[in-house]
């Protein structure tokens, strides 16, 4: 066998999650390596364009001091670097190590690659929750209709003086339409079966959402019906001030199933520019997008703002392999994190992607807490639930067992503090 002996943990992916856990690994004295396909680190943004960019302020991505220069992708990859750099984790890396298959084994583990077999007690999968761009299979005759999925779109000057179609209705969607409009698109249409909830705001996207008024929500104890009752009352008020209720979401928000989106103002300014159409593409014929009712668009360019698919198939478990995105996988897992279907088990993005919290943030706690699990304190017990654990609520969550890292009473007036008194500019600390 063609690796290193007596291994206590693998971990699947080099992007910010399996980073994290890699230090938190190493901090704790075990015998770890992390395996990544790539020639570099950094995952999912390494690969992105360089307009893509987080869903808010740098201060609630990066912990500590770890430099971070902006919101924009070459800086979240450049932050991601600096822990490998910082903590010394590059001798703990396996670069150009695509896992093909991880099965149970007497041991624990056995992953194979193209080039070794690795055993280890316990796996990680931290190869993220968008790791398959998402097209919907359609018919496409003589189609001379030029298409991109958000991930692909390298230079937002190919939409100046296009006619552009641009189909979806979350996160990447908004995205896709802002472009439009700060790039020159001759003409915008927009095609979705259904939106998602945002904030709308006339200010800078990242600035859209503050996490640290939910966590002092939180870290209050307010009722959850109380929190829902004051989130759909702003919600409304500022659909009807920017004057989009036509693209509302028809159920209340609800933060135990709702990602809360910042709003893109540029979408916003120029939302009555936009021509909507409610429905899915059936066709593409030479330059003509053939909608389910049978309406006709004509256009230059299709941008595909439909997310992204999760891919777990290296681990051959009929359960993730069918599960219909992140929240099923995520509630096949004991505390959001440890799999139900096999032992030893642990995928990290699906309980936080896609929920309302900080990503690095809530990845460097569940690090901490899975390492007091492997070292013998039971920590993910609670049964698999449907439900969003967000942001500060993740805390309460892993404070209820994982008592090394959380000292009785003590960690409760750490969080307090933080979520009420910590300054808005400055990063929060690393757990």
Known sequence: ??????????????????????KYARDAGLNVLLLERGDRIGGLWRD???????????????????PLAGEDQASILANIEAWVERFELLPYI????????????DNGWRLTTDTAEYEATWLIA??????????????????????????????????????????????????????????????VTWVYRSTRWMRPTRR???????????????????????????????LRARYAKAGINAIMPEADFDIRRDQLIPGRPG????????????????????????????EQIETDLLLWGTGYGVDFGFLGLEGL??????????????????????PHLFLLAPGV???????????????????????????????????????????????????????FAVWYLKYLWLAICHPWKRPMPMP
């Not at 695509?98 to 084994?105: D, G, L, N």
Request: with cysteine.
């Open 94 to 105: 396996r670069l150009n190590e695509s896992v093909t298959s991880a099965r149970p084994c």
């Open 353 to 407: 992607l896609e929920t309302n919290t900080s990503t690095p943030w809530a990845y460097a706690h569940v690090a901490r807490s899975i390492i007091s699990h492997i070292g013998g304190t039971p920590v993910f017990v609670k049964p698999p639930c449907s439900s969003f654990t967000n942001h500060y609520d993740l805390v309460k969550l892993l404070a209820a067992q994982d008592r090394g890292n959380y000292p």
């Open 1 to 22: 066998m063609n690796s290193p002996e007596g291994l206590d943990l693998v971990i699947v992916g080099g992007g910010i999650g399996g980073i994290i856990c890699l």
């Open 204 to 234: 800078v996207k990242h600035l859209g959402i503050d996490m640290r008024v939910l966590a002092r929500y939180q870290m209050l104890c307010l009722p959850a019906g109380l929190v829902h009752r004051l989130t759909n009352k702003d």
């Open 267 to 294: 979408m916003i300014a120029n939302f009555e520019k936009i021509s909507r159409h409610q429905g899915e593409i059936r066709s593409l014929r030479g330059k003509t997008v053939e909608l389910s009712n049978g």
């Open 126 to 187: 931290a190869t993220g929750g968008h790791n398959r761009p998402f097209v919907p299979q359609l018919e496409r005759t003589d189609s001379s209709v030029a298409e991109h999925h958000s991930s692909a779109l390298r230079d937002p000057e190919d939409l100046r003086d296009k006619r552009v179609t641009v189909v979806g209705g979350g996160a990447s969607a908004y995205d896709l339409l802002d472009l439009c409009f700060a790039h020159g698109a001759r003409s």
């Open 48 to 66: 992105l364009p360089s307009w893509q960019d987080i869903q808010f302020r740098k201060e609630d991505w990066t912990l500590g001091n770890l």
């Open 321 to 342: 392999s069918s599960a219909k995105g992140l929240n099923e996988i995520s509630s096949r897992c004991y505390s959001g994190f440890l799999s139900a279907e096999a």
